[in-house]
């Protein structure tokens, strides 16, 4: 079911058109398609992120986990750009924005963040916090 989860998100960021956009309009527009998955499929992404449930190292779970982390990737450093491993220097600033968006997005969702807002996760909080990333 995890892995179902993974690969119905990785399919909306994959779909998006992020031709001829800058890196930080791009980064902006895949951030909000990670906050509008997790808004429309709660249960799945509450599920995504019960680590001591799964096996994190299984095959297809890791693949769709990396699958995730490389839109990202891509995003950041052009649609060809792909992360050797999981510790490839270059994925530092995939990892801050997947952080950041990650973060957010929760605290959202569990009403500790931006609580005088009706819709927390469709705020201008996010991304002005994106925007002080320095990305490329």
Not at 2 to 17: G, I, K, P, S, V
Not at 22 to 35: D, F, G, K, N
Not at 51 to 73: G, N, V
Not at 90 to 107: C, D, E, F, Q, R
Request: aromatic share 8%; glycine share 4%; proline share 6%.
């Amino acid at each position: 079911m995890a892995t179902r989860a993974y690969q119905q998100l990785c399919d909306q960021l994959e779909a998006l058109d992020l031709t001829g956009l800058s890196t930080p309009a791009r980064v902006q527009r895949i951030a909000a398609e990670y906050v509008s998955f997790a808004g429309e499929n709660r249960a799945l992404f509450d599920l995504m992120w019960r680590i001591t449930q799964f096996d994190y190292t299984a095959p297809e779970l890791a693949e769709q986990k990396h699958r995730a982390l490389t839109a990202l990737h891509r995003a950041l450093h052009g649609e060809d750009a792909e992360p050797a491993h999981d510790t490839d220097p270059t994925l530092i600033p995939s990892y801050a924005v997947w952080s950041l968006v990650h973060g957010y997005t929760t605290l959202a969702l569990e009403g500790a963040i931006d609580s005088t807002n009706a819709d927390p996760l469709n705020s201008d909080l996010l991304p002005a916090m994106l925007t002080l990333l320095d990305v490329p």
